[in-house]
């Protein structure tokens, strides 16, 4: 007989409750099943692999407890295809033998056994066996819930990502509006306008507005920071500066309640500056370069507002930087800032543009720099116009960055084409 010392009869409370023996013989049946069912365990048997296979089929035990030496299938093959059942759970698998060979058991082992006991079972090994196996099972159940747990926030994350994504493809086409004139004619010159964020949203915005036949506003704007945030700055400052609503637009002024008439640039960054100082929710800051532009007489009044220069691109090839620097908008709350004044003459280019553009890391390590934005213009000029200009610029610079597949910072740019309609065919450069 079997000691019965120190063997709880109490139904266990862990993860192996349900066991099922498997054994061709009925005498060890009987004795298995009694050992286990003292101790508490809910004991199944199988006279036979294939109907072992049948009832894990339909309900899958804690433990399987099987002979290895039976007849149509053995307790390997029946280990083997145990472990290839769709099981949404771990069960532990103790094949008992005769059999104390390293090479055997090794066999075993590649087939999916989890422990060996030999023959005659003795009960204290038995159940310190299975109170091995109780330890790995419970941890298998535990690290089987945390996958789920993890599938099922990973799931849901997916869901929030979706829909944010959704959100900011909309955000995207929302921002994309703020431009919806990328090339237009105004007078004998033409504007066109770059905007490509770097991510859904971004911060840059450029724009123009035409308050008379002959007069223009242009500026390229660049908010602090990317994304979400900085996109929101920029869709207020859009409408600090709409050219649909000539009466919210801060840089016109009614005359005579008959007619808008455009303020000097420095007074426009002084009040947008204003603005956004006086605006406790907007933390942000941004750069500007605003051009008011009389293109009858080719007089140009620019503020720039520590943004990039803006760069001209005479006729006859020679090329300036205009500005010397200045204070963003929306940083200090008392502020002046300089005004420039140049000329442009028939032919002549003007471009502004963000910092996307110099500071992009081409290959090599380098920065293109202001002066390698000046050479790409210039290249990009010989054998384009328009928008055409900046299609081919965007094009020259990603083909040109250390890393091609993703943009560093938002890139625009406005360029002023100064009287080429009618003199488009004298131009040389």
Not at 401 to 415: C, I, P, T, W, Y
């Amino acid at each position: 007989m079997q000691p019965k010392a120190d063997i709880s009869p109490e139904a266990p409370k862990g993860a192996i409750q349900r066991v099922l023996i498997v054994d061709d013989s009925r005498l060890q049946l009987r004795i298995m099943r009694s050992m286990l069912a003292r101790w508490g365990y809910d004991v199944t048997e199988a006279d036979s692999g294939a109907k072992a296979l049948e009832i894990c089929r339909a309900d899958m035990p804690d433990l399987v407890l099987s002979d290895w030496m039976m007849p149509e299938m053995d307790g390997l093959e029946l280990c083997r295809k145990f472990r290839g059942l769709n099981a949404d759970r771990y069960g532990y698998f103790i094949l008992l033998t005769s059999k104390s060979e390293k090479g055997e058991i090794a066999q075993g082992l590649d087939a999916g056994a989890d422990d060996f006991l030999t023959k005659p079972v003795n009960a204290h090994e038995l159940r310190a066996r299975i109170n091995a196996g109780e330890r790995l099972v419970s941890m298998e159940r535990e690290l089987h819930e945390k996958n789920r747990e993890v599938s099922e926030a990973l799931s849901e994350l997916q869901t929030i990502h979706e829909a944010i994504d959704s959100d900011l493809r909309q955000a995207r086409t929302i921002q994309q509006s703020l431009v919806p004139e990328r090339v237009c004619e105004v007078a004998t010159s033409r504007i066109s306008l770059l905007l490509q964020p770097c991510g859904h949203v971004g911060g840059d915005l450029v724009g123009m507005f035409r308050p008379g036949y002959d007069r223009l506003g242009l500026y390229s704007i660049d908010v602090s920071g990317h994304g979400i945030t900085s996109a929101m700055v920029t869709a207020r400052v859009a409408g600090y500066l709409s050219s649909t609503f000539p009466d919210q637009n801060i840089a016109l002024e009614k005359r005579f309640e008959r007619f808008y008439a455009m303020r000097e640039p420095a007074r426009t960054a002084w009040l947008l500056n204003q603005r956004l100082s006086a605006d406790p929710g907007v933390e942000e800051y941004l750069t500007m370069a605003y051009v008011a532009a009389d293109l009858r007489t080719g007089k140009m009044r620019m503020v720039q507002a520590g943004h990039s220069p803006p760069i001209v691109l005479r006729a006859n090839g020679q090329i300036e930087f205009i500005g010397n620097g200045g204070l963003p908008i929306g940083l200090v709350d008392e502020v002046s800032y300089d005004q420039h004044e140049f000329r442009l003459e028939t032919g002549d280019l003007m471009l502004l543009y963000s910092d996307g553009f110099t500071e992009a890391v081409m290959k090599g390590g380098k920065m293109l720099g202001e002066d390698g934005l000046a050479d790409m213009l210039r290249a990009s000029t010989r054998h384009a116009s328009g928008p055409d200009v900046l299609q081919d610029m965007f094009w020259r610079l990603t083909q040109g960055m250390e890393d091609s597949s993703s943009l560093g910072d938002d890139v625009s740019a406005a360029l002023l084409e100064f009287d080429v309609i009618e003199a488009a065919s004298s131009i040389e450069f």
